[in-house]
């Protein structure tokens, strides 16, 4: 048997992209020029009780769209540079602080991330646990995203020939020659 509905989706998102889902209106309403026909809302649910990958739907576990944010300090120095310590710990320069942005999904969590991304290239940071602070982003961009297709050398070389033609003797007439 089949799982229900929701236990097929228990723990996952899923992001449909519609944007291409749409029926152009025969006359534009302002800068409206198109709307979601009973089609088009058929089209879109089909992708959401189908709950399959498509280019137009993705699934996601949940922890896929969180992070941790994390402040992280250097330690005070003195003229000499020795760390100043206070009651056996560094002591925080306030103003050296930089807010790191942690996926839920970094192997190790936060403290794989510190040892794998902070410590080779600032030794001496310190992880401030009590500043973080949990946040969730999605981006439909990152998703979704499709480059345009980028013009050939060909294409660009036929269009600065093209230029040149028809601004061909143009300098000597600016320059009076």
Same mark, same amino acid.
């Given at each position: 048997m089949a799982p229900s509905f929701e236990e097929r989706r228990k723990g996952f998102v899923q992001l449909i992209d519609a944007t291409e889902i749409k029926t152009p209106l025969r006359k534009n309403l302002g800068e409206k020029n198109c709307e979601t026909s009973d089609t088009d809302r058929e089209?879109?649910?089909? &992708? &959401?009780?189908?709950?399959?990958? +498509?280019? %137009?739907?993705?699934?996601?576990? $949940?922890?896929?769209? =969180? !992070?941790?944010?994390?402040?992280?300090?250097?330690?005070? *120095?003195?003229? %000499? =540079? +020795?760390?100043?310590?206070?009651? =056996?710990?560094?002591v925080i320069d306030k103003k050296s602080k930089d807010v790191e942005i942690i996926p839920f999904r970094y192997e190790g969590g936060i403290e794989g991330f510190f040892e794998n991304e902070i410590k080779p290239y600032s030794p001496d940071a310190i992880i401030d646990m009590k500043s973080?602070?949990?946040? /969730?982003? @999605?981006?439909?961009?990152? !998703?979704? /995203?499709?480059?345009?297709? &980028? *013009? +050939?050398?060909?294409?660009?070389?036929?269009?600065? *020939?093209?230029?040149?033609? *028809? +601004?061909?003797? @143009? @300098? $000597?007439?600016? &320059?009076?020659?």
């Amino acid at each position: 048997m089949a799982p229900s509905f929701e236990e097929r989706r228990k723990g996952f998102v899923q992001l449909i992209d519609a944007t291409e889902i749409k029926t152009p209106l025969r006359k534009n309403l302002g800068e409206k020029n198109c709307e979601t026909s009973d089609t088009d809302r058929e089209q879109i649910m089909k &992708l &959401l009780m189908d709950f399959k990958e +498509t280019p %137009q739907s993705k699934i996601f576990p $949940n922890n896929e769209f =969180g !992070y941790w944010s994390v402040k992280v300090y250097q330690p005070q *120095r003195d003229e %000499q =540079g +020795t760390i100043i310590m206070k009651k =056996g710990e560094p002591v925080i320069d306030k103003k050296s602080k930089d807010v790191e942005i942690i996926p839920f999904r970094y192997e190790g969590g936060i403290e794989g991330f510190f040892e794998n991304e902070i410590k080779p290239y600032s030794p001496d940071a310190i992880i401030d646990m009590k500043s973080v602070e949990t946040g /969730y982003e @999605l981006s439909f961009t990152k !998703y979704f /995203y499709k480059p345009k297709q &980028l *013009r +050939t050398i060909d294409e660009i070389s036929q269009d600065i *020939r093209g230029i040149e033609e *028809r +601004t061909d003797g @143009l @300098l $000597n007439e600016i &320059l009076g020659k």
